[in-house]
C-alpha cells in the first residue's frame, strides 16, 4: 500500500541512451512532481502538473519530457542520457491548499538512482 | 540561486541531549516552512511544519521555531534519541512550489 511508488529504484545506463522513471500515487492528490537530487544532495524542483496539466517547468534541458496520462501517474522521459544526468529522481506528490489553509505537504517517492556511464 | 540554506552539513548529539537543527532563507515571501526527515535509500518524510505567521510549533519532541527578521529557523529535537540519525532538510513554500536546503545529516550516538 505504497503512497508514492517510482519505478526502476536503481538504473545504470550509457551514455546517449534513452530511459523513462515511472511514478504513481495512490493518495488521491492532485498535483504531481519531479525533483532531482544532485551529487551535492541539492533537491530541486524539476516539474510539477496539477491534474495532469504541466504548471511548473524549470530550466531543465528539453531531453527530460514528463507525460502524465492521469492525476495518480507522472512518468519522466529522459533523451540521450549524459553523465551530468546522473543523480537520484524523486517522485512526489502533494493536495494543494488554498492559501492561509495549511502548508501543502509533499509525500515523497523512495527515489530512483540513475547512473550514467 | 539557493534561497533555502542550511550550512551545516553534519551535527552530532547525544542521546537524550537537544539537537538543534539551523536553516536560513532569503524570500520574505515564503509562507510556510517545512522539515522533512530522510533515511537512506528512503524519499523525504514530512516532519513539522511552520506559518510565516507564527514563530513557534510544537510535535511532541520536535520544536520548530521560526525568527522572520533574521530569515532563520530551527528544528529542536528533545530528547534526541538514536532513531532520530537521519539527513534532515529544510524547505519554504510560497505556494505549491518548495525550495529545499541541502540537508544536515544529525547523528544521535547512544
Known amino acids: 500500500d505504497t503512497a508514492v511508488s517510482q519505478t526502476p529504484k536503481y538504473l545504470v545506463t550509457q551514455m546517449g541512451n534513452d530511459k523513462s522513471i515511472k511514478c504513481e500515487q495512490n493518495l488521491g492528490h492532485d498535483t504531481m512532481y519531479w525533483y532531482k537530487q544532485d551529487s551535492k544532495k541539492f533537491l530541486k524542483i524539476m516539474f510539477s502538473y496539477n491534474n495532469k496539466e504541466l504548471i511548473i517547468n524549470e530550466t531543465v534541458p528539453n531531453r527530460f519530457s514528463p507525460k502524465s496520462p492521469d492525476k495518480a501517474h507522472l512518468n519522466l522521459h529522459i533523451n540521450s542520457l549524459e553523465l551530468g544526468d546522473s543523480a537520484v529522481y524523486f517522485c512526489?506528490?502533494?493536495?494543494?491548499?488554498?492559501?492561509?489553509?495549511?502548508?501543502?505537504?509533499?509525500?515523497f517517492g523512495a527515489g530512483s538512482r540513475l547512473t550514467v556511464l | 540561486d539557493q534561497q533555502v540554506k542550511q550550512n551545516s552539513p553534519s551535527l552530532s548529539v547525544q542521546e537524550g541531549r537537544i539537537s538543534i537543527l539551523n536553516c536560513d532563507y532569503t524570500n520574505s515571501m515564503f509562507d510556510y516552512f517545512l522539515w522533512y526527515k530522510k533515511y537512506p535509500a528512503e524519499g523525504p518524510t514530512f516532519l513539522i511544519s511552520i506559518s510565516s505567521i507564527k514563530d513557534k510549533n510544537e510535535d511532541g519532541r520536535f520544536t520548530v521555531f521560526l525568527n522572520k527578521s533574521a530569515k532563520h529557523l530551527s528544528l529542536h529535537i528533545v530528547p534526541s534519541q538514536p532513531g532520530d540519525s537521519a539527513v534532515y532538510f529544510c524547505?519554504?513554500?510560497?505556494?505549491?512550489?518548495?525550495?529545499f536546503g541541502t540537508g544536515t545529516s544529525l547523528t544521535v550516538i547512544p
Open positions: 512526489a506528490s502533494s493536495q494543494v491548499q488554498n492559501r492561509g489553509s495549511g502548508a501543502n505537504v509533499l509525500t
Open positions: 524547505a519554504a513554500s510560497p505556494g505549491n512550489q518548495f525550495y
